[in-house]
């Protein structure tokens, strides 16, 4: 079973308390769901239709556990905690075996 990744690519981050409380929440919940961190931070480049913000990347075990995660209450709550906080695009796909 290959692994899978999170990657969230934000476009903007518009209320930074509302961002700073999902963060409390999510880091866990994703850890809890098996997540490791691969990368985090604003991007250090950008070429075509890409931005300058803040860009997430999370391995898990498979495809089934990060969308578990996602749906777990854990996440749920976190995402409660940003309400709009933020404009990001966020995918799931798994690794090339």
Same mark, same amino acid.
């Given at each position: ?6 990657? %969230? ?15 409390? =929440?999510?880091?866990?919940?994703? &850890?809890? /769901?098996? /997540?490791?961190?691969? &990368?985090? /931070? ?25 969308? &578990? ?7 749920? %709550?976190? =995402?409660? %905690?940003?309400? /709009? ?13």
């Amino acid at each position: 079973m290959p692994k899978a990744y999170w990657v %969230a690519v934000y476009h903007s981050i518009d209320d930074a308390k509302k961002f700073a409380a999902y963060i409390e =929440l999510a880091g866990p919940a994703i &850890a809890k /769901g098996g /997540g490791t961190f691969i &990368a985090r /931070g604003v991007a250090a480049k950008a070429y075509e239709s890409g931005i300058l913000e803040r860009t997430t990347i999370i391995e898990f075990d498979s495809l089934e556990a990060v969308i &578990a995660t996602h749906d777990s209450p854990d996440y749920q %709550a976190a =995402l409660v %905690a940003l309400d /709009g906080g933020v404009t990001r695009d966020l995918r799931f796909v798994e690794a090339v075996e």
